[in-house]
């Protein structure tokens, strides 16, 4: 099997001291592989949200190894770090985080923008992700004057600004009615098969998480089942028979550095 794309080993996060101290996760120990679409779903207080703030190198674990394509990554520099987000991952939220007072070509252009790349390179680039996404005509209004279908895509667009390799939605669909949320899913699952896009997705919608390749439920900070394969709507959901926390054979996670992807 191919190495993981991204991949965590023996993943702990506290938060608080003493009496107060919270336990996120609690070692959590699996791979995602490159152009998989995995669904992290769990109740709020299950982890699932700091869990992706980690593989995503928005946090740092307390303890344990975060890896890219074998290379852990979580002790690197800041600015290294930054970088690496930057140019691998894009991002898709809840609540959107539109700057309301830049075009939405603006908006969409931003990881170029902190990238360095010039202005003309990062509108044609703009224009070529929202045409993708069908948003060409609102290129250039402000983030405003859109609906929340609209905004989505817009955040869509600026996800894939960068060709990222892997692409974190935190509830996509949170903020939006049914037949909106439905076309955000298509989009994004069109997107990870017809590119090849690795899609991470927290999220609480079972509609969603059943069109993923891999569930994996969270409750009190351990993955403590997996489910495989796309649900047909109104199916049950097939299982993987062993445990998660069952023994399994690791493969070493190598030191980043000279021959790293990046």
Known sequence: ?????????????????????????????????RGES????????????????????LDEPTSGVVALDGRPVSKLKPKVVSALRNETFGFVFQQFFLNPHQTVLENVTLPLKIAGVPRAERDRRGMGA???????????????????????????ARALINNPDVVFADEPTGNLDSATSETVEDILLNL???HGITLVVVTHDEDLAGKCQRRLIMQDGQIVD??????????????????HGASRPRRRILPFGRGARR
């Open 38 to 57: 995995v669904a992290i779903v769990g109740k709020s207080g299950s982890g699932k949200s700091t869990l992706m703030h980690l593989l995503a190198l």
């Open 192 to 194: 990870q098969r017809e």
């Open 130 to 156: 929202l045409e993708q996404l069908e948003m060409a005509d609102k290129a250039k209004n402000r983030a405003t004057d859109l609906s929340g279908g609209q905004k989505q895509r817009a955040c869509i």
């Open 226 to 243: 997996e489910h495989t394969g796309v649900l047909p709507a109104g199916a049950g959901r097939q299982r993987r028979a062993a445990p």
């Open 1 to 33: 099997m191919s190495t993981p794309v991204l991949e965590t080993e023996n993943l702990v996060k506290v938060y608080g001291r003493g009496p107060a101290q919270f336990h996120a996760l609690k070692g959590l120990t699996f791979g995602i592989h």
